[in-house]
């Protein structure tokens, strides 16, 4: 089965850059959507960015937009999240997640597979 290894979670100045990245490992990333969600303390898990497994284009919440970018490495078969111009409300666990479908979805439960999370803190 698939498992999803994060890394690249830290400390990061208000303004500042931050990449994280998601190996899988048990299967490839051509045969897997990838999601990125984020919760912070006492909020909702929020999904914000989604990869297509079909084409590789990207979708991204308002949230987000223009400022995170999903990008894939396809001899690492790693996906990466670069995120620029960070905020201190960007401040949360992050976790990518997979699954065998075509279809996007920001929703958590159409994952079923999880990484174990990172934690990013935006803070001066």
């Known amino acids: 089965q698939v498992q999803l290894v994060e890394s690249g979670g830290g400390l990061v100045q208000p303004g500042g850059s931050l990449s994280l990245s998601c190996t899988a490992a048990g299967g490839t990333l051509d045969d897997l959507t990838i999601g990125w969600f984020r919760q912070a303390p006492g909020k909702e898990r929020e999904g914000f960015g989604c990869?297509?497994?079909?084409?590789?284009?990207?979708i991204y919440t308002n949230a987000v937009r223009g400022r995170f970018t999903i990008s894939r490495n396809y001899g690492e078969n790693t996906v990466y999240l670069d995120m620029n111009i960070l905020h201190p409300d960007d401040t949360a666990f992050y976790y990518c997640?997979?699954?065998?479908?075509?279809?996007?979805?920001?929703?958590?439960?159409?994952?079923?597979?999880w990484g174990q999370g990172t934690q990013v803190t935006v803070s001066s």
């Open positions: 997640a997979a699954v065998s479908a075509l279809r996007l979805s920001f929703r958590a439960n159409f994952y079923n597979h």
């Open positions: 990869f297509s497994r079909s084409d590789g284009s990207t």
